[in-house]
């Protein structure tokens, strides 16, 4: 079984900074999803990686395969990108796996 | 992209009954699954729901307690039977298309009194 650890669990920072959330996992994927919830439960994916670097707007996802690590950043950060952001990796079983999930990031940006 | 609506949104129940969550999707999709968020954790896969045959349950998850319906590929159940405050959870539906992409439901949060 995969056992997903993101860092840090909690992060507060003010308004412009540059964020970064770190990723790993234990057992080889097909594929990392990069995951926002905000209160009240609703959860969009941002990302879904499987090689190299993705860009959307002022956020970039990359990972990397070899090293089972995957990072999220977000550029001139804004209060409204407050949230809990979950790192999720698929199994390399073919595309028939649920995901599993890391234990999110409580991101908060203060104005 | 796919659009998924559940019903209900939020619910509370006595111990000892059921309560049938309904998942629907806008397009036919291949995967769908069932995960459950319990109070300040991540979240956990309960079962792929497979189209005409048996869902796939997770370790820790069993038919009896948790019994899933998929007959087509835009509509799946999932039953929480013979409830108990520990099953107070938000249990959300999602699915999965063929390029991975992977889209979640407005979840159900269930309280059980």
């Known amino acids: 079984k995969n056992e997903v650890e993101q860092s840090p669990q909690n992060l507060t920072a003010q308004e412009g900074e540059f964020i970064t959330i770190n990723c790993s996992y234990s057992v080889g994927i097909s594929a990392l999803h990069w995951l926002q919830q905000h209160p009240g439960g609703g959860i969009v994916s941002l990302f879904m990686l499987s090689s190299g670097k993705k860009k959307h707007g002022r956020l970039i996802a990359t990972i990397n395969i070899q090293e089972k690590h995957s990072s999220l950043h977000i550029t001139a950060s804004h209060p409204r990108d407050s949230a809990v952001y979950i790192c999720a990796v698929e199994g390399a079983g073919g595309g028939a796996d649920g995901l599993t999930f890391g234990k999110g990031t409580h991101l908060i940006i203060q104005p | 992209s796919a659009v998924i609506s559940q019903k209900p949104s939020r619910d509370i129940c006595q111990r000892g009954t059921s309560l049938t969550i309904q998942c629907q999707v806008d397009s036919q999709v291949t995967m769908m699954f069932w995960y459950r968020q319990q109070p300040g954790q991540s979240l956990t896969l309960i079962a792929t729901?497979?189209?005409?045959?048996?869902?796939?349950?997770e370790s820790g998850f069993v038919i009896d307690k948790f019994p899933i319906s998929r007959p087509n590929l835009t509509f799946s159940t999932l039953t929480v039977s013979n409830m108990s405050p520990e099953d107070s959870s938000i249990y959300l539906c999602s699915v999965r298309q063929w390029s991975h992409e992977q889209y979640f439901g407005p979840g159900t949060r269930l309280t059980v009194t």
């Open positions: 729901a497979n189209q005409g045959s048996e869902a796939t349950y």
